[in-house]
């Protein structure tokens, strides 16, 4: 019912620059929330950026003052600028989505996307 699509990712050198992008497509009555993830070989899927709907976001410590997510609520799409890149930034980048699907029902539901490659190396 709820499609959520990343892109954007790449290859960059340390002190380059990104932009994913997570568009959410399909049939729902409104999304509470757009959150980025991410998931290093061997380790855990990590928080990097817990939006909102008013368009602010809390960040990971690790990404502070270098990342910078944005929200086009007209487009259902959120958007994670990554400046400053370090290689360990280097991951597979989730976008997660808070859903309701109906009016009638105040139930929510999370999705994943499918994941976009970040590597940050010379």
């Known amino acids: 019912q709820v499609q959520l699509v990343e892109s954007g990712g790449g290859l960059v050198q340390p002190g380059g620059s990104l932009r994913l992008s997570c568009a959410a497509s399909g049939t729902f009555f409104s999304i509470n929330a757009m959150d980025w993830y991410r998931q290093a070989p061997g380790k855990q899927r990590e928080r990097v950026a817990i939006?909102?709907?008013?368009?602010?976001?809390v960040y990971a410590e690790a990404v502070k003052g270098r990342f910078t997510a944005s929200r086009d609520n007209a487009k259902n799409t959120v958007y994670l600028q990554m400046n400053s890149l370090k290689p360990e930034d280097s991951a597979v980048y989730y976008c997660?989505?808070?859903?309701?699907?109906?009016?009638?029902?105040?139930?929510?539901?999370?999705?994943w996307g499918q994941g976009t490659q970040v590597t940050v190396s010379s």
């Open positions: 939006g909102n709907s008013g368009g602010g976001a």
């Open positions: 997660y989505a808070v859903v309701r699907l109906s009016s009638a029902n105040m139930t929510h539901y999370g999705y």
